[in-house]
């Protein structure tokens, strides 16, 4: 049975830091892609950040410089570090992982608010 489960959302004021986790089991963790999206009230899901099985990391604008996803192959988990936060980045957050099938968590919820 795959299984995603993210953690670590929750309030944080702006300008503030989180670190998301997202945790994998039931799949062959390390040839995976992992993607963070993320949905916000009314919108459509974005993607947020991804990372391959090759370490390759690729962002979204609207996050450059401020979000770095990283992988731990041997703890089958993938982490969203999440700097200098604003507003708009209030979402739902949700962990995907691609193979040849996709999989997804559940999602943890990130508001920034003062």
């Known amino acids: 049975q795959v299984q995603l489960v993210e953690s670590g959302g929750g309030l944080v004021q702006p300008g503030g830091s989180l670190r998301l986790s997202c945790a994998a089991s039931?799949?062959?963790?390390?040839?995976?892609?992992m993607r963070w999206y993320r949905q916000a009230l009314g919108k459509e899901r974005e993607l947020v950040a991804a990372?391959?099985?090759?370490?390759?990391?690729d962002y979204a604008d609207s996050v450059k410089g401020r979000f770095t996803i990283s992988r731990d192959n041997a703890g089958n988990t993938v982490y969203l570090q999440m700097n200098s936060v604003k507003p708009e980045d209030t979402a739902v957050y949700y962990c995907?992982?691609?193979?040849?099938?996709?999989?997804w968590g559940q999602g943890t919820q990130v508001t920034v608010s003062s």
């Open positions: 039931g799949i062959i963790f390390r040839l995976y892609t």
């Open positions: 990372v391959t099985s090759g370490g390759y990391t």
């Open positions: 995907n992982g691609a193979n040849r099938v996709d999989y």
